[in-house]
């Protein structure tokens, strides 16, 4: 018997996009089209101005008229208000792209014989929808709008009508409401409109230790999956700006191209290359350790390479880092009039966090950098809030390592032992971990490095003195005398009995050349004695030969003149 196999198709709820930048990413497309959703939040949370946007995006980017009907605020506030977005409602509702209107609805307005009635509230809205085709609708705010019934009862009823007969018109809808007074059970004062929505979102605007932040949360999003953190978020000109850390995922190219740091002798210690393109490189160390000094180096290295560089200060301005740079040999200035190096100078103290972030990326988005230095970025941490200064870096990190773009991070650490450890806990982050230290010997504090970490590459374990020059930075050579590392003076002792051990050692040898030399001039001149003696007696003994042989040839001369005699004597004799 076969079995039926029974297949699903999975349907897509049907979304309106609201083009406000990364909400449609933790939304998956955008708002539920045809539905209506609910944002509540205190005052001033952004209520008013995300119902906005959602209706000038859609009215200028899908070609979706939308209706703003306001319950508070009048149609010139509203477009005063809106108009610091960049915002031209009068252009919209000229082109009949926005309906704006200001309704005050007075008790005895929807009052009759002791009932109440909202018909003519439906109507007023259902005109404004018929008359410019609108698909998306905006009720600000619906406590408003319910205030000036009497109970509780009559309440829930208008707004489950209210709620139904905005579905029943197909139009995606908003309806802004105020957070409620402190109840666990409810997020707004009402507690039902959260009920009949099917999609809520809950604006937050908190101070923590003097430092304003905004949140963004999904409470409930009916037939999609959704992001269910809190998210950061941000208002400013350019409107509503949603941080999520879900649209940025772990799939980033790592690139196998290497940059320099800057520091010749570093690039040694990082397998004779220097940093990963793309990657992420943190400089910790104790006050005076020379982190800034870091930093600069490897800035410069970046321009003279024709890189773009964006430096991110947060404790001196420019024109203060720069005058300090050009005491160690470090000229900044050409590189800025250049166009290479821009600086972003502010106060972690002037926004939030969500709007240093904003901001950083926007800056990035505009100037397009190769390089990116934050120093420093434990400025941010105030109070207890390590948490959400260890988000945000996680965004920005994976922001960047989108981009293929080099992060540069300085970072005050504590003296003490835990050197290693930093104050938002981000070594998890960190790809090149530079750790500079204070080492104390014999009365003097001088500056080491050392690489931590470095992923993805060999690198040396050795920890290095370091002096900053009139030429930038130098790595000294490495001095391990019976307790570790010398540096300062007893580096300088160290090298001076060295020099003199050299120095001993090259007398010794040169000694020792100088004996043999004598000794081979010796042997010289013996040899040169002996062959003059060997001439010498050679000489007399060739004499001695040539006159032996004279005699000799005398002797044999004189037998043969004898021995004729003898023959002509015996001839004469013969003869006669």
């Known amino acids: 018997m076969k079995k039926s196999v029974l297949k699903f198709r999975r349907s897509t709820l049907p979304k309106a996009p609201t083009s406000i930048h990364g909400l449609d990413e933790i939304t998956g497309g955008g708002l539920p089209k045809g539905r209506p959703t609910l944002i509540c939040g205190g005052p001033g949370c952004g209520k008013t101005l995300f119902a906005m946007e959602f209706l000038v995006r859609g009215a200028t980017l899908y070609n979706e008229p939308g209706v703003f009907i306001s319950f508070e605020e009048t149609e010139k506030e509203l477009t005063a208000n809106v108009a ?33 009635d909202l018909k003519g509230l439906f109507v007023r809205i259902h005109h404004a929808i018929e008359s410019i ?74 101070v923590s230790d003097q430092s304003s932040i905004r949140r963004l949360r999904i409470v409930k999003y009916r037939g999609s999956t959704h992001g269910t953190n809190e998210y950061p978020f941000l208002i400013d000109e350019d409107g509503f700006s949603v941080l999520p850390v879900t649209s940025l995922g772990l799939n980033h190219i790592s690139s196998n191209e290497r940059i320099s ?5 570093l690039d040694t210690m990082l397998s004779g290359k220097g ?31 024709g890189e773009n560089v964006l430096y991110f200060a947060f404790e001196e301005s420019p024109s203060q880092f720069m005058r300090n740079m050009s005491s160690i040999g470090i000229k900044l200035e050409h590189w800025v009039k250049k166009g290479l190096l821009h600086f972003h100078a502010t106060r972690p103290t002037l926004f939030g966090l969500e709007h240093h972030l904003t901001t950083t990326i926007k800056l990035i988005n505009k100037l397009k950098p190769q390089i990116v230095i934050l120093d420093p970025i434990d400025a941010f ?70 690489i931590l970490k470095s992923r993805g590459m060999a690198h040396s374990n050795q920890i290095r003195e370091f002096i900053l020059t009139n030429h930038g930075i130098e790595l000294l050579d490495v001095y391990v005398g019976p307790e570790g590392v010398l540096t300062g003076s007893a580096r300088l002792t160290q090298e001076a009995k060295n020099n003199e051990e050299q120095l001993l050692r090259k007398q010794e040898i040169e000694r020792k050349q100088f004996g043999l030399e004598l000794k081979r001039a010796a042997a010289d001149a013996h040899i040169v004695v002996l062959k003059s003696e060997f001439k010498e007696e050679e000489s007399e003994t060739l004499k001695a030969i040539e006159m032996e042989k004279a005699k000799t040839e005398r002797f044999v001369q004189d037998q043969k003149k004898m021995a004729e005699s003898r023959k002509a004597d015996k001839l004469i004799k013969k003869t006669a």
Not at 92 to 108: A, Q, T, V
Not at 135 to 157: A, H, W
Not at 261 to 265: A, C, V
């Open 381 to 450: 941490i105030m109070g207890g809030n390590e948490t959400e200064v260890k988000i945000m870096l996680l965004r920005l990190v994976d922001f960047l390592k989108m981009r293929n773009i080099t992060a540069f991070f300085a970072s005050l650490t504590n003296s003490g032992n835990n050197q290693e450890l930093t104050d938002m806990s981000i070594s998890s982050l960190i790809d090149t971990w530079l750790l500079l230290r204070d080492i104390e010997i014999g009365g003097e504090r001088n500056r080491g490095l050392y």
């Open 275 to 305: 940093y990963f393109r793309g990657s992420t490189v943190l400089v910790s160390g104790t006050a005076g350790t020379g982190k800034t000094s870091l930093a600069a180096q490897f800035v410069e290295a970046a321009c003279k390479r």
């Open 261 to 265: 740091s800057g520091i010749p002798r």
């Open 84 to 116: 610091s977005l960049g915002f031209d409602l009068d252009n919209l509702i000229r082109d009949k792209k926005i309906w704006l209107e200001h309704i005050l609805i007075e008790r005895g307005e929807i009052e009759r014989n002791n009932e109440y």
């Open 133 to 206: 085709n609108a698909k998306r609708v905006v009720l600000d705010t619906i406590e408003s709008l319910f205030s000036i019934l009497p109970n509780s009862t009559i309440v829930r009823t208008e707004l489950r009508r209210l709620f139904t007969w905005l579905k029943k018109k197909g139009v995606t809808t908003i309806i802004t409401g105020e957070r409620g007074d402190g109840a666990f059970t409810r997020l707004t004062r009402q507690g039902l409109e959260e009920y009949v929505s099917d999609c809520v979102i809950v604006l937050d605007h908190r």
